[in-house]
Every structure is written in structure tokens, then in C-alpha cells.
């Protein structure tokens, strides 16, 4: 399966270039299915029978259909259980962790954690966590090898350090959060492509690795915190930082969408 988000895209620098409406997210929608039909293309060479596409950015609804590789289906909308990985429970053999990006408080195009704003920081079992880290465990939990991950450099060297075994696709080189140094999408499709197919040497469930785990959150304001503590079982940690405890990653990961969802309900105007 492909996880695809946005941010880590062939181009993308900058907010409009991923905000639904806009006409730059017109515009990166066919760079977005671009990067994804490069992953389908080399995926399949490599031997897969078919390959499951998950919506992962915002709407979950951007990627163009009619333009994808008739070798994938599109698993499309939002308000999915696994969200970012839905399908990951599907009997899948393999993840490409397509478009990510950088985790809230570090270097990296458009980096951050869920919300766009408002999380200075996410620890996974004291870890410093990217959306990367915790889909990657989500998809150890049902033996899937992570195979490849793209984005810009920044998100690859983070990858390297959650997902070492995996091929890391550098589509642009990070200079701010809104800048970049990138490569034309013929480059960054061959690149894709390449990795992908070699990728498949590795696919294939291993034994999954079920265990407890610890996510705490730190936000920009303290009434976000307050918000996100009314949730059973959530514990203010700090003035700006709350944490759970779960039996499961999978638990984990639903109780972080709740959590991240009170927060950012809990924003209000330009005060956050």
C-alpha cells in the first residue's frame, strides 16, 4: 500500500501548494498522482499484483483518479479508523510512506505533526516522533516492512533513523520551511520509480510486533493542553504538554487523532 501525503511531494514548498481550493493545490494534485504513479509503476515491475493508494493529506481527497495507474486502487475521504494508514490491516506486504515530511519542531519543508500549527512537539516512547515514526510502528503492529519513504531531505534522514531498511527518495532539498531546492517531476519519477522496484526484494508480513506505548504532546498554548486533558486516561504532563498510555499502537494512534482533533477544535482566531 502507499500512504500518500502532500507536503513531501515533488515541488511543494509552500502552504497554497497544499491547501484544498487553491490554485496551486490544483496544480500539485497532478504532481501529487505523479509521484504516486512513479511508486505504482515500480512497485508492480518489482512484482506486486496490485497496489492500494491511501489518502493521507487533509481532505484525503486530492489525488487525481482519473490520471492514476490502472494497477492501483484509491482508498479516498476522510474520517478513516486508521486514517494516514488505513489498509495497513488489509493482508498488505508492503508500505511506501509517499510525500511525508519532517515532525512539528524540526527543519523541514512544511514540517509538522498532524495539525499544520499548534504541536511544537510528539515523543513516541520518549522519541522524538514525526508522522513517519508512529505510521511506522502502526505498521509493525501488523508485520508490514515499511519499503519506501519520500520527501525532502530532511524527512529521508529522519527516516533513516525509523525505517533504516528502507529506500529513502529525496524529491527536494530543504532551505526554510517554505523553500526548497527540486528537481523537475521526470527526475523525481525515475528516482521514485527505481527505488520502489528494488524495494520489492524486501516486501512481504513479518511477525507483528504488538506492544504498549506512550505518546505525549506539546503544544503552543496552555488552554490546548487543558482541551486535549479532558479525554479519559489523558494526563497533563506540563503547562503545554499532555501524555497516554495504550496497550496498542493501533489504540495509540486513535487516541492521538482524538486528541489532535479537541486541540485544534479548541484554536479560536489569530490568538490560537
Given at each position: 500500500?502507499?500512504?500518500?501525503?502532500?507536503?513531501?511531494?515533488?515541488?511543494?514548498?509552500?502552504?497554497?501548494?497544499?491547501?484544498?481550493?487553491?490554485?496551486?493545490?490544483?496544480?500539485?494534485?497532478?504532481?501529487?498522482?505523479?509521484?504516486?504513479?512513479?511508486?505504482?509503476?515500480?512497485?508492480?515491475?518489482?512484482?506486486?499484483?496490485?497496489?492500494?493508494?491511501?489518502?493521507?493529506?487533509?481532505?484525503?481527497?486530492?489525488?487525481?483518479?482519473?490520471?492514476?495507474?490502472?494497477?492501483?486502487?484509491?482508498?479516498?475521504?476522510?474520517?478513516?479508523?486508521?486514517?494516514?494508514?488505513?489498509?495497513?490491516?488489509?493482508?498488505?506486504?508492503?508500505?511506501?510512506?509517499?510525500?511525508?515530511?519532517?515532525?512539528?519542531?524540526?527543519?523541514?519543508?512544511?514540517?509538522?505533526?498532524?495539525?499544520?500549527?499548534?504541536?511544537?512537539?510528539?515523543?513516541?516512547?520518549?522519541?522524538?516522533?514525526?508522522?513517519?515514526?508512529?505510521?511506522?510502528?502502526?505498521?509493525?503492529?501488523?508485520?508490514?516492512?515499511?519499503?519506501?519513504?519520500?520527501?525532502?531531505?530532511?524527512?529521508?534522514?529522519?527516516?533513516?533513523?525509523?525505517?533504516?531498511?528502507?529506500?529513502?527518495?529525496?524529491?527536494?532539498?530543504?532551505?526554510?520551511?517554505?523553500?526548497?531546492?527540486?528537481?523537475?517531476?521526470?527526475?523525481?519519477?525515475?528516482?521514485?520509480?527505481?527505488?520502489?522496484?528494488?524495494s520489492m526484494s524486501r516486501a512481504g508480513r513479518g511477525t507483528p510486533v504488538v506492544e504498549s506505548h506512550r505518546i505525549e504532546i506539546e503544544f503552543d498554548a496552555s488552554h490546548l493542553a487543558q482541551a486535549a486533558a479532558v479525554v479519559p486516561t489523558v494526563e497533563e504532563v506540563s503547562l503545554r504538554r499532555i501524555g497516554f498510555d495504550a496497550a496498542t499502537?493501533?489504540?495509540?494512534?486513535?487516541?492521538?487523532?482524538?486528541?489532535?482533533?479537541?486541540?485544534?477544535?479548541?484554536?479560536?482566531?489569530?490568538?490560537?
Open positions: 500500500m502507499i500512504s500518500a501525503d502532500m507536503e513531501g511531494v515533488t515541488g511543494v514548498t509552500w502552504t497554497d501548494d497544499v491547501v484544498p481550493g487553491t490554485d496551486q493545490w490544483n496544480r500539485f494534485r497532478t504532481l501529487l498522482t505523479g509521484d504516486v504513479n512513479a511508486a505504482v509503476g515500480g512497485l508492480c515491475a518489482g512484482g506486486a499484483d496490485s497496489v492500494l493508494v491511501n489518502e493521507a493529506h487533509l481532505s484525503q481527497r486530492n489525488l487525481l483518479l482519473e490520471e492514476l495507474d490502472t494497477h492501483a486502487r484509491l482508498l479516498t475521504g476522510r474520517h478513516k479508523p486508521l486514517s494516514m494508514m488505513e489498509g495497513i490491516d488489509s493482508g498488505v506486504d508492503g508500505a511506501v510512506l509517499l510525500g511525508y515530511h519532517a515532525g512539528s519542531g524540526c527543519e523541514g519543508v512544511l514540517s509538522h505533526t498532524y495539525l499544520p500549527a499548534h504541536i511544537t512537539g510528539v515523543w513516541l516512547d520518549g522519541v522524538p516522533a514525526s508522522e513517519g515514526r508512529l505510521n511506522s510502528a502502526l505498521a509493525a503492529e501488523y508485520g508490514v516492512p515499511i519499503l519506501v519513504v519520500t520527501g525532502d531531505d530532511e524527512a529521508c534522514a529522519d527516516a533513516a533513523d525509523y525505517a533504516p531498511d528502507a529506500e529513502h527518495v529525496v524529491v527536494k532539498e530543504c532551505i526554510s520551511r517554505y523553500s526548497a531546492v527540486c528537481d523537475p517531476p521526470a527526475v523525481t519519477a525515475e528516482r521514485i520509480a527505481a527505488a520502489a522496484q528494488r499502537m493501533t489504540d495509540a494512534m486513535k487516541a492521538f487523532k482524538v486528541v489532535t482533533a479537541i486541540a485544534d477544535g479548541a484554536v479560536q482566531g489569530k490568538y490560537g
